[in-house]
T-cell receptor
Framework: NAGVTQTPKFQVLKTGQSMTLQCAQDMNHEYMSWYRQDPGMGLRLIHY???????DQGEVPNGYNVSRSTTEDFPLRLLSAAPSQTSVYFC??????????????FGEGSWLTVV | AQSVTQLDSQVPVFEEAPVELRCNYS??????LFWYVQYPNQGLQLLLKYLSGSTLVESINGFEAEFNKSQTSFHLRKPSVHISDTAEYFC????????????FGKGTKLSVKP
C-alpha cells in the first residue's frame, strides 16, 4: 500500500514554463486536495476534489489548474510558472467527503523552485 | 470564516521537560480539530484529532490535547519531551458539514535540546 505518491520530488522551472505535479493514491479515496506550504504561512489549500469529475477552488487557486479524470489521480498544473509559486506542494487524500472528521493523508511533498 | 492561530512560531525546550504548544481557533459552527506533525523534509502525519466525546485526546507517543469549547482552544501537551520530538507541529480545523478541507495554523517549530 503506497498511500499518497507525488512526483517529482524536486523540480526547478524557469519563469513562464509550465509543468504538472503528479499525485496518485491507491486507497480508493474520494477526496483529494493540493496544498502549498510556505515558511511562516502554514499550509494553504489550492484546489480540491470530492470525486472523479468534480473539482473546486481552495484559498489560493490562481495560476494552478486541476482535473480529476480517475479516482486515483489528481494532477496539479502550473500554467505559466512565476517565482511566487516557489513552494513545497503537498497532495492529500481522505476516504470520503461529507464526514469532516476523516483523517487526511499527505504525500511526502514536491519542492518546486521557479527562477 | 474559520481561522486557526498558533501563538508561538518557535518553542525551544530541554529534553525531558514538559511542553505546551498553543492553538486557538475561530468558527461559528461545530468543528473537528487536528494536530499534525512534520519532521524535516517529510510530509505531514496525523498526531491526534478531536471529533466528539471526551475532550481529552491522546496520541500513541505521549502527546495529548484538550478541546476547550469556551476558550476555543486545542492546546497540545507532552509531560516529557525527547530529542526525537523535534519537528514542526500544525494545528488544523475542519468545520462540521463541510467538504472536509483543513484550515491550518502557521505552525510551531519545537526544538528539543539535550
Amino acid at each position: 500500500n503506497a498511500g499518497v505518491t507525488q512526483t517529482p520530488k524536486f523540480q526547478v522551472l524557469k519563469t513562464g514554463q509550465s509543468m504538472t505535479l503528479q499525485c496518485a493514491q491507491d486507497m480508493n479515496h474520494e477526496y483529494m486536495s493540493w496544498y502549498r506550504q510556505d515558511p511562516g504561512m502554514g499550509l494553504r489549500l489550492i484546489h480540491y476534489s470530492v470525486g472523479a469529475g468534480i473539482t473546486d477552488q481552495g484559498e489560493v487557486p490562481n495560476g494552478y489548474n486541476v482535473s480529476r479524470s480517475t479516482t486515483e489521480d489528481f494532477p496539479l498544473r502550473l500554467l505559466s510558472a512565476a517565482p511566487s509559486q516557489t513552494s513545497v506542494y503537498f497532495c492529500a487524500s481522505s476516504y470520503s467527503t461529507g464526514s469532516s472528521g476523516n483523517t487526511i493523508y499527505f504525500g511526502e511533498g514536491s519542492w518546486l523552485t521557479v527562477v | 470564516a474559520q481561522s486557526v492561530t498558533q501563538l508561538d512560531s518557535q518553542v525551544p525546550v530541554f529534553e525531558e521537560a514538559p511542553v505546551e504548544l498553543r492553538c486557538n481557533y475561530s468558527s461559528s459552527v461545530s468543528v473537528y480539530l487536528f494536530w499534525y506533525v512534520q519532521y524535516p523534509n517529510q510530509g505531514l502525519q496525523l498526531l491526534l484529532k478531536y471529533l466528539s466525546g471526551s475532550t481529552l485526546v491522546e496520541s500513541i507517543n505521549g502527546f495529548e490535547a484538550e478541546f476547550n469549547k469556551s476558550q476555543t482552544s486545542f492546546h497540545l501537551r507532552k509531560p516529557s519531551v525527547h530529542i526525537s520530538d523535534t519537528a514542526e507541529y500544525f494545528c488544523a480545523v475542519s468545520e462540521g458539514g463541510s467538504q472536509g478541507n483543513l484550515i491550518f495554523g502557521k505552525g510551531t517549530k519545537l526544538s528539543v535540546k539535550p
